[in-house]
């Protein structure tokens, strides 16, 4: 797909500000009150998802009896005030949005990386890594809702400075697509999860339900507690290294986590209280399955991997579909990183020897090349939400494009 010609089929997500110096209660009101119309789709979504996941229609009334009156409250105390806040502007019920919020991550497709990048006639010593992403879902209700929420404190000493920014819904107050200076990360679906005994599996999911029920904190609030505080302190992110160690045994859904610093990404194949990790300075990318090798450093081979590559996999069919489209994805863009690492070492060979060994360190790409990488086939796709471009040097999303239906194939160029 031509990015230039991507207004026609896709928009740029409107921006709205979040004053965290507000009573959580009143952060979202404006939002809430432009999105109120599209936020009560909500309420029929709620009975699409139980219907995906297999749910007859005759246990749908009693499941949303049930879940009026368990679910009212997310883990965190200001995020389930931003919900109760949300909620009575847009009258949608607080169990619905608590689902939302704690659902919405367990089932999306994406592909998430970072790449070296480097403008016409800049020095090496201004490259930086730019965090690429797309988000995939089958829920297109929420393609209306898509916008960027620009984080602010009005009552600091710097009253307009954006503290963060996210790529996200409406109605949704966790993080899966953010970035501020220094510090850039997103979410994907992880379809698998390293268990080989009962008790194993019954401890996953049982995290599962003590994080609906509010009991247990979100992967995706997690992720915000990275990327914003409560604290009006204005402090410096955490390092990649501390995010690694303090993510790695936290108990959390299974999931792959992309942090950037913009000179160097890491991913977290993360379990529920493992991690297997991954990392690099120049290309590195993640979709929806577990890589055994890859660009960056990995160790080892997961249950979940062996078990596909010994053709013991007990993965029901839709989701083998959706492994085999993210391999699919994951190779698009890696195939496009390598073949400009080997047209790199052909014009070092033209040079020294020593020139040569330094190949891929020296490779880089432009902004507009990295929008043009994502935007291609596979990697934007039918199911394509959004895409994003997050640069952590500036704090900066420098791109998006939010896709207000699905796209048809004929609309990718070749």
Known sequence: MDPDDQDE?????????????????QRYTELAIAYRDKVQGLIALFNDLLATIGLPTKYHSPINMVARLLLRRLHSSVETAELQGISRVTHVPIYLLVAFNVVLDLLMGCTSGAVKSLEPGQPMSQARMLHFR??????????????????????????????????????????????????????????????????????????????????????????????????????RPKSLAVIAEEMTP???????????????????????????????????????????????????????????????????????????????RLDCISSKWNGRVRRTNRRSQRGTRSQSIHTEANTTITESEVIEWVSAYPTTNEQTHFAAIMDAKSGDVVWNRAYRDPLDPDDFED
């Open 9 to 25: 089929l896709g928009f740029k997500a409107p921006i709205f500000k979040i004053d965290l110096s507000r009573r959580p209660e």
């Open 250 to 328: 936290r108990h959390t859904t299974a999931a792959y986590l992309t942090f950037c610093d913009s000179t160097s990404t890491i991913i977290l194949e993360k379990d529920f209280s493992s991690a297997q990790i991954r990392s690099s300075r120049t290309f590195i990318a993640a979709t929806n399955h577990d890589e055994e090798t890859h660009q960056g450093q990995f160790s080892g081979a997961t249950p979940a991997t062996e078990e596909k590559a010994t053709g013991r996999s007990r993965i029901a069919e839709g989701l083998e579909e959706l492994l085999e489209e993210s391999r699919d």
């Open 134 to 235: 797309t988000l995939d879902w089958t829920m297109d209700p929420l393609r209306s809702v898509i916008v960027q929420l620009d984080f602010v404190r009005s009552k600091s000493n710097t009253p307009d400075e954006v503290i963060a920014r996210s790529v996200t819904y409406c109605g949704y107050v966790g993080v899966l697509t953010g970035v501020r200076q220094q510090l850039s990360l997103s979410l994907n679906f992880r379809a698998v999860h390293n268990a080989n005994t009962k008790t194993e599996h019954f401890r996953f999911y049982f995290h599962h339900v003590l994080v609906l029920l509010g009991w247990r904190q979100s992967i995706s609030s997690i992720l915000r507690s990275y990327l914003i505080s409560e604290n009006s302190d204005h402090t």
